[in-house]
């Protein structure tokens, strides 16, 4: 441990993962140190999703491990690992008519002693959080009664009030417009600078990405198709390879980013076919 930061984050010995007889994931190794935005990206169907639920411990692989913070995932229990890692899922679905600031709130059940109430301190992460995500006009209102995209940004709000070092998203930003997609993105993109957390995140839009992830994975077919520095990594060629689909990559002058524009398929064209 240096300067209060744990520098052992995750690691992927040779994962492999079948479904019903299906192979997703083959043969996945690779290293993700703490301290950086890690964007997952692919086509649908490429194994994205069952990756988190790997890191997450929720799947347990046919084969391979996934180590974190030194210890094989399986080894946590469940609350000291919900300590550990917080994850935003593609959809937050809540059946129950509680308030938005008491959703928030549950983020902060896995610090609390058993029987305990919250105290200021567990508040004042609630309304921080609450803040940071721009719901805190809604802290009365009932999930049961908000938009999808308001539900989204409670279920990102409930995760960063849980103050994990590690935070897990997959496609969290599909349901909302690009001002909430930006101040998400940017939020967390904050969190891994100032506080040395450990972003994780799916995502389909590629200029998000590149414009908010320190390291990019390609995945194709259940395989590692390319990882490493953004700008290295997010090429034509891994977009072709990935993709299937013609593009150009060029610095951004007004994003200070990479961008990336796409050719479009004239009309009556498939570009599946």
Request: hydrophobic letters at 40%.
């Amino acid at each position: 441990m240096r300067n209060g930061i744990d520098h052992r984050g995750f690691e992927l010995r040779n994962l492999s993962f079948d479904y019903e007889g299906v192979a997703v994931l083959h043969d996945i190794s690779l290293e993700l140190p703490p301290g950086r935005f890690y964007g997952i990206v692919g086509p649908n169907g490429c194994g994205k999703t069952t990756l988190l639920d790997l890191l997450t411990g929720s799947r347990r692989g046919r084969r391979g491990q996934v180590w974190f913070r030194g210890r094989e995932i399986g080894s946590y229990r469940r609350r000291r690992l919900a300590r550990e890692l917080a994850l935003v899922p593609q959809e937050y679905a809540i059946g129950f008519a509680f308030t938005v600031e008491e959703v928030v709130l549950m983020g902060r059940h896995p610090h609390l002693p058993r029987f305990a109430q919250p105290g200021p301190a567990d508040w004042r992460l609630v309304e921080e959080a609450m803040a940071e995500i721009g719901i805190d006009h809604l802290r009365g209102r009932l999930v049961t009664e908000l938009s999808g995209g308001e539900k989204q940004r409670v279920a990102v709000a409930r995760a960063l009030a849980q103050q994990t070092p590690a935070l897990l998203l997959d496609e969290a930003t599909a349901s909302l417009d690009v001002r909430f997609s930006l101040g998400i993105l940017g939020a967390l993109a904050q969190r891994v600078r100032r506080r040395g957390d450990t972003v994780i995140a799916v995502l389909h839009d590629l200029n998000l990405a590149a414009g908010f992830c320190d390291q990019l994975l390609f995945l194709h077919r259940g395989r590692i198709a390319d990882f490493g520095p953004t700008e290295q990594v997010l090429t034509p060629a891994n977009i072709r390879r990935v993709f299937g689909v013609e593009s150009a990559v060029g610095f951004d002058g007004f994003s200070g980013r990479q961008r990336v524009s796409f050719r479009l398929q004239q009309e009556g064209a498939c570009p599946l076919a």
